[in-house]
């Protein structure tokens, strides 16, 4: 998490091993035991046999991946959608949601830790039967001008009204959650890519993967007993992957993101998994910077293409900047005006809730899902018109929307048991819609020529 400084590190800290001590230290079962086979056997008929499930009409996924923000949080008051003003704190008071602008420069505490405590759950489980009422107990980091219960809050209308835009022409999915019920950016990530993360909980010591070598390691969660803290992995993976599939298959794809200050380390979730980082694909599916996209999208969009963010247009708290809804606009208004616009489906995507409070408890389906609910916007000449899906998903249902529509097998549990957004939020039967740019106070000629900003959006 950005910004929360040195002494709230060590709070952090401080209240991760009081938290540790509570929920069983490093006692139980290897992070391994019971984990879904990273690449299962491909089922009858090979690659291919899920392709009958899709239209064909979908040749082109693009990821929009954004940060840190709840539904309650960023789309507050969104029409048709389950939203509430309002909200609870531990001690039973009533909370009226207050404005917070994207550019603040202070952080909430969104780690397994705080996740436990916005849930206020009840039972043996850590996380289970959540009253989402504990909010005001996880760390935050504003010191000045500072609404009663900062976690309470909503982005202005103001800023949020490209999504909004966006939402009423398309798809808004209100029941949205993280396949992880930990919300570092790292984990989110993995599961963005691959599914899983090895049962890796929070963030690695140093490096985000494999760069810091043996010694940058990771904590785990226990499958059983579920959600407790077990042995500490060196933060490098070799899991499959979409990225494996999709060479396997002889498809494209491309992870967009870029360089962070100083040592030339990429923010990127592909850094973690060992077989592309030291492999081919790191010099030709792994693109930065991000800007890329806007060039590529003329003439060489990928298959499927992954696009992270700079931390000035993130939406992360803590960035001090609110260009996040227009650089997501210039992205899909780029999508739109090329050749690409009627084979493509665009799925918008906040990696996890950045410690914001939302009313809707996560249902509980494994030991380390699901998460908090998190917003979700798809577009596509395909999807419904101003249409709000109450069906759940989770980062596992991109993943498997991607499969259907190419005839991938499934990586792990996640995307074995998510629901695929294509039955309720596209139509495939009418023909593909024109597009209509969406508006926004900053067009793409502005981030083709941005500095770059070479802080992480998110070091967790």
Same mark, same amino acid.
């Given at each position: ?80 959608? +389950?939203?509430?003003?309002? #909200? ?28 436990? /405590? ?59 959650? *993280? ?25 690695? =010591? ?34 499959? &992957? ?5 060479? &396997? ?35 030709? +599916? ?18 499927? @293409? ?11 708290? #803590? ?24 084979? &493509? ?20 389906? +494994?030991?380390?899902?699901? #998460? ?24 596992? /249902? ?14 792990? *549990?996640? =995307? @074995? ?35 770059? =900003?070479?802080?992480?959006? +998110?070091?967790?």
């Amino acid at each position: 998490m950005r910004c929360l400084g040195y002494p709230g590190r060590v709070l952090l800290a401080a209240a991760m091993t009081l938290l540790i001590a509570s929920c069983g230290g490093t006692t139980g079962s290897s992070p391994s035991t019971n984990l879904p086979a990273a690449n299962p056997s491909h089922p009858a008929g090979g690659f291919g046999a899920f392709r009958s499930k899709a239209s064909g009409k979908i040749q082109h996924v693009v990821i929009i991946v954004q940060e840190n923000r709840s539904f309650d949080n960023l789309l507050q008051g969104f029409p048709g959608a +389950d939203t509430k003003p309002y #909200g609870y704190t531990s001690s039973g008071q009533k909370v009226t949601l207050g404005p917070v602008g994207l550019e603040t420069t202070w952080d909430i505490d969104h780690s397994s830790g705080a996740f436990f /405590s916005a849930c206020d759950g009840q039972g043996g489980v850590p996380g289970t039967n959540c009253k989402m009422d504990g909010f005001n107990k996880e760390f935050e980091g504003c010191q000045r001008n500072c609404p009663p219960y900062p976690q309470y809050s909503y982005v202005p209308h103001t800023e949020s009204k490209p999504y909004f835009e966006m939402g009423k022409q398309y798809v808004v999915a209100d029941r949205m959650f *993280a396949s992880n019920f930990d919300a570092s950016s790292f984990i989110s990530h993995q599961y963005i890519i691959a599914g899983q993360a090895s049962s890796a909980v929070n963030y690695p =010591d140093n490096w985000w993967g494999c760069d810091g070598g043996t010694g940058d390691k990771i904590t785990t969660v226990t499958t059983n007993p579920p959600r407790q803290y077990g042995p500490r992995i060196q933060a490098c993976f070799d899991n499959q &992957t979409l990225g494996d599939e999709l060479d &396997t298959a002889g498809l494209s794809w491309g992870f967009y993101t870029a360089s962070l200050q100083g040592d030339g380390n990429i923010w990127s979730a592909y850094q973690a998994i060992k077989h592309i980082r030291y492999g081919p694909d790191w010099s030709t +599916d792994i693109i930065t910077p991000q800007s890329q996209f806007l060039s590529d999208v003329n003439s060489n969009l990928r298959t499927v @293409s992954w696009i992270t963010p700079t931390c000035e247009n993130s939406d992360h708290a #803590g960035c001090g900047s609110n260009t996040g809804p227009a650089w997501v606009t210039s992205l899909v208004n780029a999508i739109g005006k090329s050749k690409y616009w009627n084979s &493509t489906a665009i799925f918008i995507m906040w990696d996890d809730y950045g410690g914001w409070y939302d009313h809707v408890a996560p249902p509980y389906v +494994d030991y380390d899902g699901l #998460g908090m609910r998190l917003p979700l916007i798809i577009i596509s000449p395909y999807a419904k018109q101003k249409y709000v899906s109450h069906v759940q998903y989770e980062h596992g /249902s991109i993943l498997r929307f991607v499969e259907d529509q190419f005839g991938l097998p499934r990586l792990t *549990a996640s =995307d @074995s048991r998510a629901t695929s957004p294509e039955a309720d939020c596209f139509d495939f039967s009418q023909p593909p819609r024109p597009f209509k740019l969406i508006h926004a106070s900053i067009n793409q000629n502005f981030f083709l020529h941005q500095a770059l =900003d070479r802080r992480p959006p +998110d070091t967790e």
